[in-house]
């Protein structure tokens, strides 16, 4: 598939592309992206052209992962890259493709709704007929993500359970959350926020 940009009042979602590498070495610095993503650590300028170059573009020409470049709207140069957002994508049934959701922001663009404007462009896409016409979207954490769990609480996805060592992080496997979003799914929250996590979303960033 050839690339293309999602766009919002809120954000606009572009291809990451060389120009960005700098960029995404800087915020990939921060330590809870590291603790909270599968982004090698520590991270170097070739880890983020080896994700732009091995990641992104071959994941666009193979229909096997669409990644954009999160930026506020009406942003004009890769500085105002804030961060990443993707869909990795199963075929395994071709009548029923399924996708999981991804992303990650800027410590200094938290907390102002947009990682859910981005997540909610991507998956109107998603289950869009004329889009990746998707049976399903998987959101995936590690368990403690609090912040992440509420942008996919934010957006609709039906809270699953916690699956033990599910994921794996740097050769290491780790207990993860799980939801899921179908596509005659409501796009709001579909359950009271958890009473505990309020006060855990000071500790824990995406």
């Avoid at 020409?61 to 942003?75: E, L, M, N, S, V």
Wanted: some cysteine; hydrophobic content about 40%; charged content about 25%.
């Amino acid at each position: 598939m050839e690339p293309f940009p999602l766009i919002s009042d809120r954000v606009r979602l572009t291809v990451p592309t060389a120009k960005d590498v700098n960029r995404i070495t800087e915020i990939c610095q921060d330590a809870d992206i590291q603790r909270w993503t599968v982004v090698p650590s520590p991270y170097h300028p070739s880890d983020a052209a080896w994700f732009v170059d091995e990641l992104v573009t071959p994941g666009w020409a193979q229909d096997t992962a669409y990644t954009w470049a999160i930026r506020p709207h009406g942003a004009g140069s890769s500085s105002d890259l804030v961060g990443m957002i993707g869909l990795t994508v199963d075929r395994t049934a071709p009548s029923a493709v399924d996708a999981e959701i991804g992303f990650w922001l800027d410590p200094g663009a938290r907390g102002h709704g947009l990682a859910s404007a981005a997540s909610d462009l991507v998956l109107d896409w998603a289950f869009d007929a004329e889009g990746l016409d998707a049976a399903r979207v998987v959101w995936t954490a590690y368990v403690g993500n609090w912040q992440s769990r509420r942008v996919a609480w934010r957006c609709g996805f039906t809270f699953e359970g916690t699956v033990r060592r599910h994921a794996v992080q740097r050769g290491e496997r780790r207990d993860a959350w799980i939801a899921t979003l179908l596509p005659g799914d409501g796009r709001e929250p579909v359950a009271p926020w958890p009473d505990d996590a309020s006060t855990r979303l000071q500790e824990d960033v995406v």
